[in-house]
């Protein structure tokens, strides 16, 4: 069998590699997951579709289109509660490199558990807020967001 004889302008479209690594930052509604290759990185969307796109248009795009009015009603019609901005302050300062408090929680070894990477999946485990008198808690402050470990507290009592 005969190697194929590659171009220099080849050779470097091939072995690009990207110049700095994003991964598990979250732009906008997605999660970068990891370098996909030509440019392109996997993402996923917040709502837990997962698909490869250009940096270029990761930072442009606000979502996969799930984010579009008929879309929105269709997936959970949450994104303007109050539960949905807790879950969404979770993520940031878990996985967003640029939030203020994501080195202390990094240090700590703070995570969320994968299932919570979807807004469905936190619905799921922990339900709409109560009332106005809860806040959102996780009961042992030394370890991660995930379902036994999290609770809606009454802060009134």
């Given at each position: 069998?005969?190697?194929?004889?590659?171009?220099?302008?080849?050779?470097?479209?091939?072995?690009?590699?990207?110049?700095?690594?994003?991964?598990?930052?979250?732009?906008?509604?997605?999660?970068?997951?990891?370098?996909?290759?030509?440019?392109?990185?996997?993402?996923?969307?917040?709502?837990?579709?997962v698909f490869n796109?250009?940096?270029?248009?990761?930072?442009?795009?606000?979502?996969?289109?799930c984010k579009t009015?008929?879309?929105?009603?269709?997936?959970?019609?949450?994104?303007?509660?109050?539960?949905?901005?807790?879950?969404?302050?979770?993520?940031?300062?878990?996985?967003?490199?640029?939030?203020?408090?994501?080195?202390?929680?990094?240090?700590?070894?703070?995570?969320?558990?994968?299932?919570?990477?979807?807004?469905?999946?936190?619905?799921?485990?922990?339900?709409?807020?109560?009332?106005?008198?809860?806040?959102?808690?996780?009961?042992?402050?030394?370890?991660?967001?995930?379902?036994?470990?999290?609770?809606?507290?009454?802060?009134?009592?």
């Amino acid at each position: 069998m005969v190697a194929k004889q590659f171009t220099k302008g080849e050779q470097k479209r091939k072995m690009k590699t990207p110049k700095k690594d994003i991964t598990n930052h979250v732009i906008g509604n997605f999660t970068v997951i990891s370098y996909a290759d030509e440019g392109k990185w996997k993402v996923k969307c917040i709502c837990g579709l997962v698909f490869n796109i250009k940096k270029g248009s990761l930072v442009r795009s606000k979502s996969c289109g799930c984010k579009t009015k008929k879309h929105r009603r269709i997936l959970h019609n949450q994104s303007r509660t109050v539960t949905y901005v807790v879950w969404n302050n979770i993520k940031s300062r878990v996985l967003n490199k640029h939030h203020p408090r994501y080195v202390r929680y990094k240090e700590k070894g703070i995570t969320i558990c994968e299932k919570w990477l979807n807004f469905e999946g936190f619905l799921e485990d922990m339900g709409k807020k109560p009332s106005e008198n809860h806040i959102f808690s996780r009961l042992d402050s030394s370890k991660g967001y995930y379902k036994n470990n999290c609770n809606w507290i009454n802060k009134k009592k």
